[in-house]
């Protein structure tokens, strides 16, 4: 009887503190991985890479940290919902002379050339994610495979963000 007693009194303590605190939107910080950051799981083909953000997608509660976690070659950056020119398309310049091991020219040849702008290397924007704000971590690489490198976003609104790697187009939302 004082086993059923101590757990009714524990349940209505639970039952209690989530109406009290339950409703209330908590700030939480949460860790995306960005790419491998490990052994792939047993059974993955030898061949796959686990080029992704790593949860996909969470929701966002005003007053978040997410840390981007990468030991890979990544950017993480929010477009504020604008295209962002990754690439130059240099006018007039085109790709010529490049041949292959048999000296015959490669099949891009003529074709107009593409280039990394360098606004892609380097980190732009603040660390707080405002709709509408760019903002990117620029290039983040570990120099050791076992200490990945961070970058750490503020979210004061709720709601669902799309960032993105610049450098392989991974989606995170």
Same mark, same amino acid.
């Given at each position: 009887?004082?086993?059923? &007693?101590?757990?009714?009194?524990?349940?209505?303590?639970?039952?209690?503190?989530?109406?009290?605190?339950?409703?209330? /939107?908590?700030?939480?910080?949460w860790?995306?991985?960005?790419?491998?950051?490990?052994?792939?799981?047993?059974?993955?083909? *030898?061949?796959?890479?686990?080029?992704?953000?790593?949860?996909?997608?969470?929701?966002?509660?005003?007053? /978040?940290?997410?840390?981007f976690?990468?030991? #890979?070659?990544?950017? /993480?950056? =929010?477009? &504020? #919902?604008?295209?962002?020119?990754?690439?130059?398309?240099?006018?007039?310049?085109? =790709? $010529?002379?490049?041949? /292959?091991s048999?000296?015959?020219?490669?099949?891009?040849?003529?074709?107009?050339k593409? $280039? =990394?702008?360098?606004?892609?290397?380097?980190?732009?924007?603040?660390?707080?994610?405002?709709?509408?704000?760019?903002?990117?971590?620029?290039?983040?690489?570990?120099?050791?495979?076992? *200490?990945?490198?961070?970058?750490? =976003?503020?979210?004061?609104?709720?709601?669902?963000? *799309?960032?993105?790697?610049?450098?392989?187009?991974?989606?995170?939302?």
């Amino acid at each position: 009887m004082v086993k059923i &007693g101590l757990a009714l009194a524990a349940l209505g303590v639970l039952i209690t503190s989530q109406l009290a605190f339950g409703g209330t /939107d908590q700030t939480a910080s949460w860790t995306v991985l960005v790419g491998e950051q490990k052994k792939a799981p047993a059974g993955t083909p *030898k061949q796959t890479f686990l080029n992704q953000f790593f949860p996909g997608q969470l929701t966002i509660n005003a007053g /978040d940290k997410v840390t981007f976690s990468s030991v #890979g070659f990544h950017t /993480d950056s =929010y477009t &504020g #919902g604008k295209p962002f020119p990754f690439l130059l398309l240099p006018k007039g310049k085109v =790709y $010529e002379g490049i041949l /292959d091991s048999a000296g015959q020219p490669f099949f891009f040849g003529g074709e107009q050339k593409f $280039e =990394y702008g360098l606004g892609l290397f380097v980190p732009a924007g603040p660390k707080t994610i405002s709709r509408g704000r760019f903002a990117s971590s620029g290039v983040i690489v570990a120099q050791n495979p076992k *200490k990945p490198v961070t970058a750490t =976003y503020t979210f004061p609104q709720a709601g669902k963000f *799309k960032m993105v790697c610049l450098i392989t187009l991974r989606i995170w939302r």
